[in-house]
Structure formats: C-alpha cells, structure tokens
C-alpha cells in the first residue's frame, strides 16, 4: 500500500516509520545496490538511534525491500519521494533525482490504476504545483484525475529522526487536490499530531520557514556573541543559559512562536529601540551587526508594503481608509513607536488624507500621543460602515470576531489575524 523510494536518512526512517505506526504494509526501493544490500541484511547504513532494532523488527514481514522498483510500484498506492535534492553549482535545488524517480515509477503505472505521488523531499515552493504536475502530464497521465500529487515536508532532525518521525508535532500535507490530500492524510491518521492540508505551495513554504528560521536564530546567536567578544567582559554562555530560561520559549500566555509570526512590524517600546541601540554600542566597539541592521530594514520594509498593499485597494486618494488597532499589540494600550504610527504617516504622505482610526482601548493614549490629521471613530462599526477600504492593524479579539464583517469589505489583514476558513 505504502511505497518509499530512496532510503537514506529520511526515507528508511519513513519506510521503517509507517510499518512501526501504519497498519499498512510498506515497500521500500533504494537504487544504490550496496545501500541496498546492507539494508536487505537488516543494517542501517548511519547512525540513527531505534532506526536499527526497528528496522530488523518489520524486515521481511510488514517492510520489503525489494530489488526492483516494479515492485514497489505494483503493491503501492500511495507513493512517497525521499530522494536527495542538493545545491547546484547556482545554489539552487538539483531537482534531478526527483525528476528521474517520478518518471521511473510513472513508466510502470498501469493506465487506470490511481496511484498518489507524494515529494517528501525539500524542494522549493512551486515545485510540485509546477515541475512534478509537468512531468506527470509528459507522462502521459492528467493530475488528479490518473495520478494524485502530494506533497509532505518532513521535519525529522538526524540523530532522533527515528523519535521524531513517529512522534511529530505536525503533519503538513500539500495538496494538489481533495482526493490526493486525503489519501495521504489517512496513512497519518493514527500518529497523534495535528495535520494540516495545504495547498502545494504552502507546504513547501513551511518546510523552508522553518529551515530559514532556524538559520536565522543561529546567525543572530552568532552575530551576538562576536558583538560580545568586542565588547568585553560578557559571559556568552551564561548569557545564552539565561536568556533560554523566559518562559516565552514554551510557556503561556505568550510564546515564541507569537514572535516568529508576520505583522506589520515590530513596535513598541522595546524592540526598535534596543535593537538599535545594541547595534549602535557595537559599532561604537568595532564591530558592525549587519544582521541586526537588516532586522531594522525589515521592520520599515513591511510598513511600506502595508501601506502600498493598502493603497492599491482604494479607488481613490479620496477614499476612506478605516484603520482598526492603534497600540502596538492586542492587551495594551501602549502606542509608543506603534507600528501603525508608521502606517499613518506612509499614508499620509501618499495623498490618502481619510484616515478613520479605532481601537477598543489605546485611543485616548494615541490622541495625547500623536497629532496626526486623522478621524477617530467611536466603534468598530461606525469604522467599517464608513470605510471603503480597512487596514487591521492590531490584532484586538474584537476584530478577529468580527472577522466575516471585516471581510466583507476591502481589507488589509496586517497582522494575518483573520482566519481564512471561517470568513
Ligand atoms: N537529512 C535530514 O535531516 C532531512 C530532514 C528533512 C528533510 N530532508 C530532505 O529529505 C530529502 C532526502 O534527504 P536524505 O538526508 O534522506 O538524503 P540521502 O542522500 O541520505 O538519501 C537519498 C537516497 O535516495 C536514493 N535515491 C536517489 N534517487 C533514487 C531513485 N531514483 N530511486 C531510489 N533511490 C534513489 C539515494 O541513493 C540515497 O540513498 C532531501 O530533500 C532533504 O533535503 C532531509
């Protein structure tokens, strides 16, 4: 039923994985013979703790390793790609092993025998919404119809992949449509993690957010502690220690994933100005934190975007332009450095001079703050009913509730606060 090609790291953990969670019998192809034989003896090529005794466990009962990959085409419905997608010479994905397997197992596919093909490896967003519905398409079959596409980013880290992957914390299934996305989530139905059904684009997406994400949280540490070694006199390590022990890294009401999640920038007391300052007591040691120095970039990059994204909905400069949440997030009504602020003034100096602002509790502060030529409303309703366009920019429950009105009309969702499904 289940079918795995290619079995380094992640396709023999997921080969091995779905005979250990699925109650489906599962066929692996490695095409590098010696790989094969060594796996065919029930050894594991690398070192990957519980992978092993698992692997010999299911070896020849609920996992086959056959020679050929007519086999595993023949017994499987369900098809998944685990093969290697390294950089080319340009830095981008080699997408060659990906292509050569699907045309591979797509030359043995009887017509009339639905199969669904599904990329676990990495690949770039697009890829499978473009180049594998190609290649699909040059072999004959039409997507969804003959072959259903999938694909399914795997988040196992090497060294626990055996753990990770039958106890993962998410499940991201890419879907080319219904049928495909379907067929795959029911392999995963028993494995306890959330499962969210993507579009293709979007599960790729993930796997790089996360990748990129990663890289980003090492560069900085990295960044940080060479500013420290300019500096003089910090303990990095202790440094570190303490800076993991915020309960915002696992605890409630806020966590760390609050601040890996896009807005409309950063604002508020803290972060603009100790970001800057901490470069600026850097340079001052001679030593430049350009990461730093992009994050700040950034931080006025997105307010431009908002402002252009929330131009290009009016009809006219004339336009009214309601703006939904003054303080810099939901549960304060603190407005100093306010990301809205910046949304203000951008909007003002493109020619759009009917702002209409609310927001449930910082308004009075924003008043005493700021003198800007602006409309202030008295609710959320009297905001939406004399608005053409809305720009939410805080992410105050009341307006996620009212969600289905806001939507309603054009709108900028600033905070990507409104839920999709239910509007
Ligand atoms: N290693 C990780 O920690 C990790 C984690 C998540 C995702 N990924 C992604 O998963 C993919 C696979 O990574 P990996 O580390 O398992 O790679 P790997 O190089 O260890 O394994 C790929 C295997 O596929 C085999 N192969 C290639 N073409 C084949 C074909 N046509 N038929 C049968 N076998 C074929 C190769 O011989 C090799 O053994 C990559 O896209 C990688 O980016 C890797």
Request: hydrophobic share 40%; charged share 25%.
């Given at each position: 039923?289940?079918?795995v ?6 396709g ?6 779905f ?9 692996g ?40 990959i ?14 290697g ?8 994905a ?12 797509l ?23 473009t ?13 969804g ?22 106890h ?8 080319y ?43 900085y ?22 800076l ?65 994204k ?40 493109a ?31 009297e ?5 053409e ?35």
């Amino acid at each position: 039923m289940i079918g795995v090609i290619g079995l380094g790291f992640v396709g023999l953990t997921t080969a091995t994985g779905f005979a250990h969670r699925t109650s489906h019998p599962v066929w692996g192809y490695e095409k590098d013979a010696a790989r094969r034989q060594v796996l065919q003896r029930g050894e594991v090529p690398f070192h990957e703790p519980g992978l092993p005794e698992h692997l010999r466990l299911y070896l020849g009962g609920k996992l086959q390793l056959p020679d050929s990959i007519e086999a595993l085409v023949k017994n499987s419905r369900v098809i998944f790609i685990c093969v290697g997608t390294p950089a080319d010479e340009q830095g981008k994905a080699d997408l060659t092993f990906l292509r050569d397997a699907l045309r591979e197992v797509l030359r043995l596919v009887q017509p009339g025998d639905y199969k669904v093909l599904v990329v676990k490896s990495t690949v770039p967003p697009s890829t499978t919404a473009t180049q594998v519905t190609a290649t699909v398409r040059e072999c004959g079959f039409e997507p969804g119809r003959d072959i259903g596409i999938a694909n399914n980013p795997e988040f196992l880290r090497e060294g626990c992949s055996w753990e990770d992957f039958i106890h993962p914390d998410r499940i991201v299934i890419g879907q080319y449509d219904d049928r495909s996305g379907e067929t795959v989530e029911k392999i995963y139905q028993d494995f306890g993690a959330p499962i969210a059904r993507v579009s293709l684009n979007t599960g790729e997406y993930i796997k790089y957010l996360s990748n990129t994400l990663l890289a980003t949280l090492i560069s900085y540490s990295n960044e940080m502690a060479m500013a420290a070694d300019h500096i003089g006199g910090i303990d990095v390590r202790q440094a570190f220690r303490i800076l993991h022990q915020d309960r915002r890294w696992s605890g409630q009401p806020a966590k760390m994933s609050t601040y890996a999640y896009p807005g409309c920038g950063f604002g508020g007391y803290c972060l603009p100005k100790d970001t800057q300052a901490f470069i600026t007591q850097s340079a001052a040691h001679g030593f430049e934190t350009d990461g730093l120095r992009r994050v700040l970039d950034i931080n006025r990059e997105i307010r431009a975007h908002t402002v252009a994204k929330t131009a290009r909905l009016c009809s006219s400069q004339e336009s009214v332009i309601g703006i939904l949440g003054l303080s810099f997030k939901p549960g304060s009504d603190d407005v100093r450095d306010t990301p809205v602020k910046y949304l203000i003034e951008g909007l003002l100096n493109a020619g759009y001079s009917k702002l209409l602002a609310y927001d449930p509790l910082a308004m009075a502060e924003f008043r005493r703050h700021y003198r800007y030529p602006i409309e202030y409303a008295e609710s959320l309703n009297e905001t939406l009913d004399r608005s053409e366009v809305i720009l939410l920019a805080t992410a105050w429950p009341e307006f996620i509730a009212a969600g289905r009105t806001i939507a309603a009309k054009k709108y900028v969702d600033a905070r990507f606060c409104l839920d999709q499904e239910s509007l």
